[in-house]
């Protein structure tokens, strides 16, 4: 199920690859984001340390997987690959396929390499173990999916030219764009009466993403975004060579793991903040959040605010304003007060480098000090869906420990964020 916090996948990958039991790592799916790939980039990166290799296959149909997180998992995996059918069909197997000495381990299922495919979603999944060589049949009508995919025609591994090739050819979307593609979390959509057609399924958030893996891990190449009909310089790099299933071969050579990007960036699925409110009904956000994720605040903002006096200074704004559903809950988690459809007046006020929002008192009187936000991006008309949680509640305190970064304190206590 996930959404509930309980058998995520995510959860069994992490521990099947950090169990000791496994040298080799086959994983495919539909589609990434980096939202995926940044949460398992360092249980990847600790296999191959320790002398294993992984291998990934993504599909790119439907332009559903990102240029940032094809360029992270080149970073992780020994080597990627990627699947495209041309329209005839889409390419959408979802698997991992673990292998050690003495055992064997396939997880499939509906899970996309995404935060919601390893964490949110509600998805279904079986995990199959195989003790080897007893069982070694079976486990190589498995190994078949992997090498078959490999084999295909429509495989092909990727290099860091490839990766430029597809991004400029329109194949995969940028993350870090203004209207990329967001996630689908909920709408205020309402029926006669006002009220939801859907109630809003209240989510277990998912992991914090590792701050030393969020990066966009490459810059984007230059020529993008292309100002006419796109020409590939060169096709793309044919003939995927599969890889041993099993441990690494003696005396050939693996890429080392590249040291993971240490310069946030990456399209995250929500940002959770504690937040200090002030009488105004202002509450200040994060420009250090804002620096390593633009593209999720829509920044650089293209409007600029009305001086209150003649001859005043405007400051840039977000317009329009962006739409969201808030939602604030109890130390005990109870809810106390939601409003739908608000428009959320978003301001950059440049002399203090400061990100501001402007709550209506209905919602400000309701948050106390240092209670936290967790802030996703919302869908059907709804730029975000944002939750409150005061100090005390079970909630508050899982999304405390997701807040790994530290912002400047200026003159009190340093507030704490990060990125779900």
């Known amino acids: 199920m996930q959404y509930g916090g309980k058998d995520r996948y995510l959860t069994a990958l992490r521990g099947s690859l950090n169990s000791g039991d496994f040298t080799t790592m086959r994983l495919a799916a539909a589609y990434a984001k980096t939202s995926g790939v940044a949460r398992i980039f360092d249980d990847v990166s600790a296999l191959r340390k320790r002398g294993g290799n992984a291998g990934l296959i993504v599909g790119i149909d439907q332009k559903g997987t990102s240029y ?62 195989y003790e080897l060589p007893l069982e070694n049949v079976e486990f190589q009508e498995a190994d078949a999916m992997w090498t078959n995919l490999l084999a295909a025609s429509f495989t092909k591994q990727l290099s860091p030219a490839s990766l430029n090739t597809l991004l400029l050819a329109g194949s995969l979307f940028d993350e870090s764009a203004k209207g990329a593609k967001r996630s689908n979390v909920g709408s205020s959509a309402q029926g006669a009466g006002g009220a939801l057609i859907f109630p809003r399924v209240k989510l277990t958030p998912p992991s914090a993403i590792p701050k030393g893996v969020l990066a966009a891990a490459a810059p984007l190449p230059p020529g993008y975004p292309p100002a006419g009909p796109f020409m590939p310089p060169a096709p793309v790099v ?46 200040f956000l994060s420009m250090s959040a804002v620096k390593q994720n633009p593209a999720f605040f829509d920044f650089p903002f293209t409007g600029n605010t ?87 509640s079970a909630d508050y305190a899982m999304l405390l420990a997701s807040c790994n970064q530290t912002m400047p304190g200026g003159g009190s206590a340093p507030r704490l964020f990060g990125w779900v």
């Open 68 to 129: 940032q997180a094809l360029s992270l998992a080149m970073q992780a995996f020994n080597e990627v690959h990627v699947s495209h059918t041309g329209g005839g069909g889409t390419f959408h197997p979802k698997f991992c396929l673990l292998a050690g000495p003495v055992k064997a381990q396939l997880i499939v299922g509906s899970h996309n390499l995404t935060c919601g495919g390893l964490e949110t979603n509600l998805e279904a999944g079986v995990v199959l173990t």
């Open 238 to 283: 044919p003939g995927a060579v599969p890889l041993p299933l099993g441990p690494v071969v003696p005396g050939v050579p693996v890429a080392p793991p590249l040291a993971a990007p240490t310069v946030a960036g990456a399209a995250a699925l929500a940002l959770v903040i504690q937040l200090r409110p002030h009488d105004n009904g202002e509450i």
């Open 306 to 392: 009305t001086p209150k006096k003649l001859g005043g200074v405007a400051y840039p704004q977000r317009v329009p304003d962006p739409v969201v559903d808030v939602t604030v809950y109890s130390s005990t988690g109870a809810k106390l007060v939601t409003q739908l459809a608000y428009a959320l007046n978003t301001v950059y006020y440049k002399p203090k480098s400061e990100l501001r929002v402007t709550m209506t008192s209905a919602i400000r009187d309701h948050i106390s000090n240092l209670s936290i936000l967790h802030m996703q991006i919302g869908s059907g008309g709804v730029d975000y869906i944002m939750d409150v949680y005061n100090p005390g």
